[in-house]
T-cell receptor
Framework: NAGVTQTPKFRVLKTGQSMTLLCAQD?????MYWYRQDPGMGLRLIHY???????AKGEVPDGYNVSRLKKQNFLLGLESAAPSQTSVYFC????????????????FGPGTRLTVL | AQSVTQLGSHVSVSEGALVLLRCNYS??????LFWYVQYPNQGLQLLLK??????LVKGINGFEAEFKKSETSFHLTKPSAHMSDAAEYFC???????????FGSGTRLQVQP
């Protein structure tokens, strides 16, 4: 049971290049999220998905696209990377049960450190 | 809209001293509140959460937090700091609808020997 995994762990891009970050989960959770973490700003929500085939914008969606073709995978794409996208990216999943101790708990992946030169 | 404010971006305590990390929230509806810890170069780990059951919530590693509605606060405490507590701590509130988290800016805890 791997939980939430992210690929790759590190990446360096040049301005204008594209790439895709992969988040995979084996917990059968419906909700998945992409956050970015920047110093002094906490984590900010980029995009999220409430189920297979659905996506929605978060607080800072500009410059990113996402897809959720399979329930277990959530992809984050950068079409034309910019230095402002240098950040640590975290994927998270959510188990949502009404009542009980598991209510609204998010599980985070280990993160991807991206540098755009 | 929900928001979270963490007072103090850096807190330094001596080993064995009380740890107090402050978190205030704003929410138009009853919130769900969380504290996460992040050790260097790692992901986020849930310390504890408030989901409207008990106002005093106990978490892992000896941490606890008290939900005070009148003060809109959810401060994190630990009676006696340990060197291994050095990390960054994030307070977060859940957002209805998309069920995502809104995070505070974080507090880095330093523990002095």
């Amino acid at each position: 049971n791997a939980g939430v995994t992210q690929t790759p762990k590190f990446r360096v891009l040049k301005t204008g290049q594209s790439m895709t970050l992969l988040c995979a989960q084996d917990m059968n959770h419906e909700y998945m999220y992409w956050y970015r973490q920047d110093p002094g700003m906490g984590l900010r929500l980029i995009h999220y998905s409430v189920g297979e085939g659905t996506t929605a914008k978060g607080e800072v969606p500009d410059g990113y696209n996402v897809s959720r073709l399979k329930k277990q995978n959530f992809l984050l794409g950068l079409e034309s990377a910019a230095p402002s996208q240098t950040s640590v990216y975290f994927c998270a999943t959510l188990i949502w049960t009404s009542g009980g101790s598991s209510y609204n708990e998010q599980f985070f992946g280990p993160g991807t450190r991206l540098t755009v030169l | 809209a929900q928001s979270v404010t963490q007072l103090g971006s850096h807190v330094s305590v001596s080993e064995g001293a009380l740890v107090l990390l402050r978190c205030n929230y704003s929410s138009s509806v009853p919130p769900y509140l969380f504290w996460y810890v992040q050790y260097p170069n790692q992901g986020l780990q849930l310390l504890l959460k408030y989901t409207s059951a008990a106002t005093l919530v106990k978490g892992i590693n000896g941490f606890e937090a008290e939900f005070k509605k009148s003060e809109t606060s959810f401060h994190l405490t630990k009676p006696s700091a340990h060197m291994s507590d050095a990390a960054e701590y994030f307070c977060a509130v859940s957002v209805t609808g998309r069920r995502a988290l809104t995070f505070g800016s974080g507090t880095r805890l330093q523990v002095q020997p």
